[in-house]
């Protein structure tokens, strides 16, 4: 059974920082690449960054200044570091980890943090 579980969604003002984190309990998988979607009200669900399992990582431009996604292969874990947080990144954040069985190869996702930036 796969799961991704998320934490470390909140509060905070504008400004200021979080980090999320997702582990995944892969079960027979191994992992690809891991990263980190978001969804505001009314709008599109949106790439927010990725971290290939060769250790490679990419951003949504708008974050990539802001933002640091990064991995621990061992524990499974995939970190999303948000700094200088603004209202506009109030979103639910969703996990995303793309796995591999044999020539099988699975998207799973989490169930969502939210995140809300306001004063």
């Known amino acids: 059974q796969v799961q991704l579980l998320e934490s470390g969604g909140g509060l905070v003002q504008p400004g200021g920082s979080l980090r999320l984190s997702c582990s995944v309990s892969?079960?027979?998988?191994?992992?690809?690449?891991m990263g980190w979607f978001r969804q505001a009200p009314g709008k599109q669900r949106e790439l927010v960054a990725t971290h290939g399992d060769g250790g490679g990582a990419s951003y949504a431009v708008g974050v990539q200044d802001r933002f640091t996604i990064s991995r621990e292969n061992a524990a499974n874990t995939v970190y999303l570091q948000m700094n200088a947080l603004k209202p506009a990144d109030t979103a639910v954040y969703y996990c995303?980890?793309?796995?591999?069985?044999?020539?099988?190869?699975?998207?799973?996702w989490g169930q969502g943090t939210q995140v809300t930036v306001s004063s």
């Open positions: 995303t980890a793309n796995l591999r069985w044999g020539s099988k190869v699975v998207d799973y």
């Open positions: 892969r079960g027979k998988y191994s992992v690809n690449s």
